[in-house]
């Protein structure tokens, strides 16, 4: 890190010389990671920053300090120019570290490394370690003595990428001032990248094209890492089917175009060794009995289970697992959080990172809708199945709208189970510390899979797969893999709404959505968004529901105002059909019989015959 890079001729090459760099020694700790039934051991090796030779001029304690703290948080608040610094050098470490690691065993075992794309692929998973591409140039330019086309070849063919996301905060642009004085050299490598494809851009389109800026890796003060990712390698790839197709259409459109055939979809996958069978021995007993134990390696055998999916003995089975484990969450979360749920109640469940776009507070409102609802209409009131709404996020450090929208549930849940008529028909539950060994109760329990986040704005999920897998249906958005959940299912075994992926990118495009006509026309909606700031919430801090109030009224980026109406119309449907035990339950069976596609065993595949292609070596 930091220093200063000089060239030098030696027998006419150029030499790179570092001065005065802080230098880390990269410590390996391998955690050998035990496959089903013992046939594999893979390596997990995860990194130590260790402290070098001291630099000089910097203070020996502060530079022992900055170093160790490369490797001891995850995640840090990149809000502060500290926290960015820390974030790079994160970046960076982990993969100088890995990458040296790869070129150090290959050539232990081959005793070259000119051979190294028939043998290895580094998939980029996600921008985060896009550095591999100018690690990968530095080491086998400078150290290794090849020229930059040799380098460049070698490593267009060892470098994938995997695109998880089209939100802003995650396709990282980094100030081109902070590569430039953390890794002088890695920001000349990437500056000749930068470089040699505005050439090949300018020869194809002419110098005066718009393509020659929009797809430059460094624009301005900024160097944009995903198109690093895209030019540095041999594939680019979507988690979902529409995920990659708004990748291709909307958001990369330039970069499809100009390089075809790169760009591919690998729907994400989850392991149903650990998301069905470890956590959920029931229903592991109910499918051994009714499609037979080798599922658990055959994965595609749940799909016997659609022969039994009307059967009333199969049905009544299942509703025994389904109750068994939400007996099992309404113990822990009594112990847990202190609250009492109705083991009979619609268990609606919505656990995921909290973010705008994944909408926890469109639920939100629209408990607060049912919350006035029952409290004046005895009719509802009546009619109305009882229902427990759990959720379960974190926010990130430094996302104000997060933590407000965090602040309004929990104000929410406070409100709704202290009364005492409405608390007979719902109960609202954030959970505290949600993380995955919490999610391993919860998503068994799960009735109603909460899945609502804006059409287009998910890449994928893996949630929606895992309490699909379990038996909950899914209420939610024609968005990332809820797609192909509906494809398999079909429609009438989810409660699906929302506008579409396509109507939402054209109100984008087209800047011509109010959501202040919706407030002023709906009054159900006026209603729960005026409770944010007309002291509905007694002693509630007026600043975060406040800042939630305006957001909705000037701004509702993400349609929670336009997919309300929608949204209610879906949760009665969920509610009444729940009602017909039979219905559900069939519903529920159908999802499990038919969520094969979603284990990572498929997605795994995928990648080794579509993308990695690689020889094996015989250890």
């Known amino acids: 890190f930091y220093g200063e890079v000089r060239f030098e001729e030696v027998k006419g090459k150029l030499q790179v010389r570092y001065e005065n760099p802080w230098l880390v020694r990269a410590v390996p700790y391998d955690v050998p990671v035990i496959g089903y039934k013992g046939k594999t051991v893979n390596t997990l090796t995860l990194w130590s920053a260790e402290v070098g030779e001291f630099p000089k001029g910097v203070d020996p304690y502060q530079y022992q300090k900055d170093i160790e703290e490369i490797s001891s948080s995850l995640y840090p608040d990149d809000s502060t120019e500290e926290g960015k610094y820390l974030r790079l050098k994160q970046q960076y470490f982990f993969v100088s570290a890995g990458v040296q690691r790869i070129l150090k065993e290959h050539r232990a075992v081959h005793g070259t490394l000119r051979n190294l794309p028939e043998y290895v692929v580094i998939q980029i998973n996600d921008t985060h370690p896009t550095l591999v591409i100018p690690e990968l140039m530095r080491i086998l330019i400078d150290e290794e003595g090849l020229s930059w086309e040799e380098a460049w070849e070698m490593t267009t063919k060892m470098c994938a990428y995997t695109n998880h996301t089209i939100m802003a905060e995650a396709l990282e642009k980094w100030p081109l001032q902070m590569i430039q004085t953390l890794l002088p050299r890695i920001y000349l490598i990437i500056e000749e990248i930068d470089r040699r494809f505005k050439l090949e851009l300018v020869e194809r389109y002419g ?12 624009q301005g003060d900024l160097i944009h890492m995903a198109h690093l990712c895209i030019v540095g390698s ?37 392991t149903h060794r650990r998301w069905a069978y470890q956590i959920n021995p029931e229903l592991t007993a109910f499918l051994n009995k009714y499609v037979g134990s080798d599922w658990v390696e055959n994965i595609e055998k ?11 003995q199969v049905k009544q089975e299942f509703r025994q697992v389904k109750q068994r484990r939400k007996a099992i ?32 507070l469109m639920n939100g409102l629209h ?5 006035n609802r029952l409290k004046e209409d005895q009719a509802f009131y009546d009619n109305f199945y009882p229902q427990t709404f759990i959720f379960g996020a974190k926010a990130a450090g430094s996302y104000r709208m997060a933590k407000n929208i965090i602040y309004f549930i929990n104000k929410l849940s406070e409100v709704v189970n202290n009364d005492s008529v409405v608390s007979k028909k719902i109960k609202v539950i954030f959970v505290e510390n949600y993380n995955v060994s919490y999610a391993e109760k919860l998503i068994p329990a799960a009735n109603l899979s909460e899945q609502i986040s804006t059409a287009s704005k998910e890449a994928s999920g893996t949630g929606n797969m895992k309490f699909m897998m379990n038996g909950a249906v899914t209420i939610g958005t024609m968005d990332g893999a809820n797609v192909e959940i509906v494809g398999l299912v079909g429609k009438e075994n989810a409660f699906i709404f929302g506008i579409s992926a396509d109507e939402a990118n054209d109100y984008y495009r087209k800047k011509n959505y109010r959501s202040r006509d919706i407030y002023e026309s709906d009054p159900d909606v006026r209603r729960v968004v005026d409770q944010l700031v007309n002291g509905f919430f007694k002693d509630a801090d007026p600043i975060p529901l406040k800042e939630i109030y305006d957001d909705l009224l000037n701004r509702d980026y993400f349609f929670v105002l336009k997919d309300f109406s929608c949204y209610k119309e879906a949760q009665r449907l969920a509610n009444e059909t729940y009602k ?40």
């Open 302 to 312: 749940l799909s016997v289970l659609n022969q039994y999916v009307k059967d009333p």
């Open 367 to 371: 408990i607060l809708y049912l919350y």
């Open 580 to 619: 017909d035990q039979d219905r559900f339950l069939e519903m529920a069976l159908i999802n499990v019989a038919n969520s094969s596609f979603f284990s990572s065993d498929r997605t795994i595949e995928q990648y080794v015959q579509d993308i990695w292609k690689l020889k094996k070596i015989n250890w």
């Open 329 to 360: 969450l309404a113990e822990y979360i009594e112990r847990k959080e202190g609250i009492t749920i109705d083991v009979d109640s619609i268990f609606d469940i919505q656990i995921k990172r909290l973010h705008e776009y994944k909408r926890q």
């Open 234 to 270: 041999f594939s680019v790839n979507g988690v979902a089917e529409l995920h990659t197709n708004i990748l291709k259409e909307v958001e990369m459109k330039d970069f499809h175009l100009h390089f075809p055939g790169k760009f591919n979809s690998k729907t994400n996958g989850i």
């Open 207 to 218: 110098e005066k094209d718009e393509r020659v800026k929009t797809m430059a890796i460094i």
